[in-house]
């Protein structure tokens, strides 16, 4: 649903569709990143989304209950074609930002900033 959220947003920019796309996918790999390892599948802890929108920006924050994990040490597997477990290196590919880091308040934190190419690109 937080990609669902994002195209209704993009729905009223003038940006290429694709980059919508790509940032939707992240979102939702964060996301389900938040609540498998984040929050460990307990439906009682929240998961928060927040998106900030600027002209050819978007920013979207998620945060989750969760010890996080050593982002500074991880690294890619070598197995690209493994079926779970990719999820950071799809955020790296579609973002132009991504951070890990821990929120003021204390809660994990994936923020990742797209910059939106123009609708009139060849590639949209």
Same mark, same amino acid.
């Given at each position: =649903?937080?990609?669902?959220?994002? =195209? %209704?947003?993009?729905?009223? =920019?003038?940006?290429?569709?694709?980059? @919508?796309?790509? @940032?939707?996918? $992240?979102?939702? %790999?964060?996301?389900?990143?938040?609540?498998?390892?984040?929050? /460990?599948?307990?439906? $009682?802890?929240?998961?928060?989304?927040?998106?900030?929108? /600027?002209? #050819?920006?978007?920013?979207?924050?998620?945060?989750? %209950?969760? +010890?996080?994990? &050593?982002?500074?040490?991880?690294? +890619? $597997?070598?197995?690209?074609?493994?079926?779970?477990?990719?999820?950071?290196?799809? =955020?790296?590919?579609?973002?132009?930002?991504? /951070?890990? $880091?821990?929120?003021?308040?204390?809660?994990?934190?994936?923020?990742?900033?797209?910059?939106? /190419?123009? #609708?009139?690109?060849? &590639?949209?």
């Amino acid at each position: =649903m937080p990609d669902a959220v994002l =195209m %209704e947003i993009g729905s009223d =920019m003038e940006c290429c569709r694709k980059s @919508l796309e790509e @940032l939707g996918t $992240s979102v939702i %790999e964060a996301c389900t990143n938040a609540m498998e390892h984040g929050n /460990e599948l307990d439906d $009682s802890l929240p998961i928060q989304v927040i998106y900030e929108v /600027e002209e #050819a920006r978007i920013t979207i924050t998620v945060l989750d %209950e969760g +010890p996080g994990f &050593d982002f500074k040490h991880w690294q +890619p $597997s070598d197995e690209l074609m493994r079926q779970r477990g990719r999820g950071i290196q799809i =955020m790296r590919e579609f973002t132009d930002e991504l /951070e890990f $880091s821990r929120h003021e308040d204390g809660r994990f934190m994936i923020r990742m900033v797209k910059e939106l /190419e123009p #609708a009139d690109e060849e &590639d949209c």
